[in-house]
């Protein structure tokens, strides 16, 4: 696999970079974004699930770069709401949504619903692709509750009213490390790092 000692990341999210960036440096691996990532026209995603979305962008993505490309497809799933938000996560309220607007839509959604019925669910799968073709997938999961109000000033997206019970916290009231030991994204990650260790080149 060439280039394994770094991956270039198609997305100009910077909570998700910075998140990547810190679990890779202990593996002594660096994440770059993808140049010239917000110039490519942008891949549709209309995948039916997180995974195929994390695929298709990957894939789609590896054209541009020489080396090995890594796209995520994440969010959040709500069993009262039928699995919503899900993959429109990112734009549960249109598409200029903020996350301020999504968040207030999901509250909106879920106001006839009691704490106890709340329970949801932080999805995600990454893709890794070199030149059109998939490496690995690699998925991972975190399930809590939503709260009613925001609670924490870290993280990004729904994590202020995603109340994680093994910790007593919400993901926003966790530092970057504890979230990401924890984390949908950390757990798949974690799984595309040891990929890494196991397939690289000898």
């Given at each position: 696999m060439a280039n394994q000692k770094?991956?270039?990341?198609?997305s100009s999210n910077k909570g998700k970079l910075?998140?990547?960036?810190?679990a890779a440096a202990a593996c002594d691996i660096e994440i770059q974004v993808l140049p010239g990532f917000d110039r490519f026209p942008p891949?549709?995603?209309?995948?039916?699930?997180?995974?195929?979305n994390a695929r298709k962008k990957a894939v789609y993505y590896s054209q541009f770069a020489t080396g090995v490309v890594f796209a995520d497809d994440s969010g959040i799933?709500?069993?009262a709401l039928g699995g919503a938000p899900g993959v429109i996560s990112a734009?549960?309220?249109g598409p200029d949504a903020t996350e301020a607007d999504n968040n207030a839509k999901l509250l909106r959604e879920l106001a006839r619903y009691p704490g106890d019925s709340r329970s949801a669910q932080y999805i995600c799968w990454i893709a890794l692709a070199q030149s059109q073709r998939v490496l690995g997938m690699f998925g991972g999961s975190?399930?809590?509750?939503i709260e009613d109000c925001p609670r924490?000033?870290?993280?990004?997206g729904y994590d202020p009213y995603f109340f994680y019970p093994p910790l007593g916290k919400t993901f926003a009231e966790?530092?970057?490390d504890e979230k990401f030991q924890v984390s949908h994204r950390g757990k798949a990650f974690r799984k595309l790092l040891d990929f890494l260790a196991r397939h690289g080149p000898e």
């Open positions: 770094l991956l270039y990341l198609a910075q998140e990547y960036r810190g891949c549709e995603e209309d995948g039916a699930t997180f995974e195929e799933s709500v069993e734009r549960f309220a975190a399930s809590g509750f924490g000033s870290g993280g990004f966790l530092t970057p």
